[in-house]
């Protein structure tokens, strides 16, 4: 345990973090909130551009709409974080780890649905929609939580990486970010700015939780390092 002063700091650098990366989010949203301007008009135009491609393939349509299914909330939440939990806190016992990330994507998830009740901006309006998705449309919640999802995962299965696995999967990672990114503009389901909010919200709660997770593990009670907390070596 971190002493009391040492924890308001961590808090402090972890909430600085957070606050410094959301910063350009909610400029966005004072922005498109507004329903005009440049910014607004090029949303609209590439949404337009985008659902075009898809509608020409019916084929790409198909794989966009199993690729939203596959990588909604309810399935990385709810069944594949769980599994990568069990398998690191059963194999190799990276207990603090799992609770943290588990925490990370419950937080997001929830924050995420939050900023679109604040924002609640309208879904594009397409001639001959490719796909129609209720609610509302800033940020992106696949963005988002895909985000939250990847960089969890990473920061929760790093220390047991070998130096191939340590490039693999981040960039694994942050390609299955900008592909779910880019499902939803093809799909005309979400305006860019959407999806570029979602994937920069979604950076900045995983990175200003693993912060705060790191300053709290790095002095343990005793002066000893538990077996699973982040080191120099093995924190991403």
């Known amino acids: 345990m971190l002493a009391a002063p040492d924890r308001r700091r961590a808090l ?3 909430a600085a973090l957070g606050a410094a990366v959301t910063l350009p989010v909610v400029v966005l949203a004072v922005v498109v909130r507004g ?7 090029l949303d609209e135009a590439a949404v337009v551009g985008a659902t075009d491609v898809t509608r020409r393939s019916p084929t790409l349509r198909t794989v966009l709409l199993v690729w939203q299914e596959v990588f909604a909330a309810r399935w990385l939440n709810l069944v594949l974080v769980p599994a990568v939990g069990v398998w690191a806190w059963r194999r190799h016992r990276l207990h603090d780890r799992v609770v943290w990330a588990a925490t990370t994507v419950a937080a997001g998830w929830v924050l ?5 009740g604040l924002v609640q901006r309208t879904r594009p309006v397409i001639d001959d929609a490719v796909a129609h998705v209720p609610g509302s449309s800033f940020p992106s919640g696949h963005a988002t939580n895909t985000t939250v999802v990847a960089v969890a995962l990473t ?5 047991v990486l070998g130096r191939t696995a340590r490039v693999v999967v981040p960039t694994t990672a942050g390609v299955l970010v900008l592909a779910t990114a880019a499902d939803r503009v093809l799909l005309g389901v979400h305006h860019p700015t959407d ?15 693993f912060v705060g997770f790191r300053h709290r593990a790095a002095a343990p009670a005793g002066g000893r390092a538990p077996a699973a907390t982040p080191t120099a070596a093995d924190s991403p």
């Open 12 to 14: 402090l650098r972890a």
């Open 35 to 41: 329903e005009s301007g440049t910014l607004v008009r």
């Open 112 to 116: 995420q649905l939050a900023a679109k």
């Open 155 to 159: 920061v929760l299965v790093w220390p």
């Open 195 to 209: 999806v570029v909010a979602g994937i920069v919200l979604g950076t900045a709660i995983a990175a200003a939780s």
